[in-house]
């Protein structure tokens, strides 16, 4: 073999071996469910189970401290990857304030939910808090918006799509996995959870915010702004930060909702 055919031979073997790696480790990579970190204390929460295919997974609701005369409207909170439930707990406080609930769902295989991350089980677990939702007597049916934060956005514009959701706020997410794994030179053929969160949005056409940080390294502005533009009349609120360091825009969340009829 001449030494051209041994150099080509040699970077093929590594293009396949990385190509191998990375189809085998995914997973891992994409659902870093934290670990050595048992969930927290949930307060005044209550734990809604959902049963699922490959075991219960659970979520927790925050209502208003004061008993409403009705039923409320309902956000359904989908967390980042590398993140658990509990941690929203004191963040969502702030919308119980408003009259609202707060649904915050724990993914399979993270926290006290049984099973395995995927992107089946995860929209899985997703349309049974909708339905549980839906059945809940405290809840009124036909105020349910999801609300997904980076990989949670993927599983919420399903969510939105499928159930025709009467609104959908989108933050800090990506198009499709298959778009931010394409940084890491990782074809498309190889994603296994593609969370097409743009392609959602092809079945969704009502009221949709999306906030997005100006400098956020992990998945770009240019994304955020994107999925906005996939759905006429979006609203696109860009935050002066990151990725994970993004407070709530609380005010504008709650303008949404209100002009969505929602709140």
Known sequence: ?????????????????????????????????????LPADTGRAEIVRLPLAGGEAQALLLVPAEVPAGPVPLLIFMHGNAELAD?????FEEVTTWGMAALLLEYPG???????????SINEAAAAAYDWAQADPRIDAKRIVPYGRSLGGGAAARLAADRKTPALILESSFTSVADFAAQFLA????????????????????????V??????????????????????ARFHE????HNDCPRPWYLIRQFLEESGVQ
């Open 1 to 37: 073999m001449s030494r051209f055919g041994f150099v080509a031979l040699a970077i093929a073997l590594i293009a396949a071996a990385y190509l191998a790696v990375l189809y085998l480790a995914q997973r891992s990579l994409l659902f870093p469910a934290p670990v050595n970190r």
């Open 187 to 210: 074809p498309a053929f190889l994603v296994r959870d593609r969370f097409d969160t743009l392609g959602a949005l092809s079945a969704f056409r009502g009221p949709l915010l999306v």
């Open 87 to 91: 941690d929203w707990v004191p963040v």
């Open 239 to 242: 935050v002066p930060c990151g």
């Open 110 to 120: 993270y926290g006290r939910s049984a099973g395995r991350p995927s992107e089946p």
């Open 212 to 233: 997005h940080g100006s400098l956020d390294t992990i998945v770009p502005i240019a994304q955020g702004r994107a999925l906005a533009a996939a759905v006429p009349g």
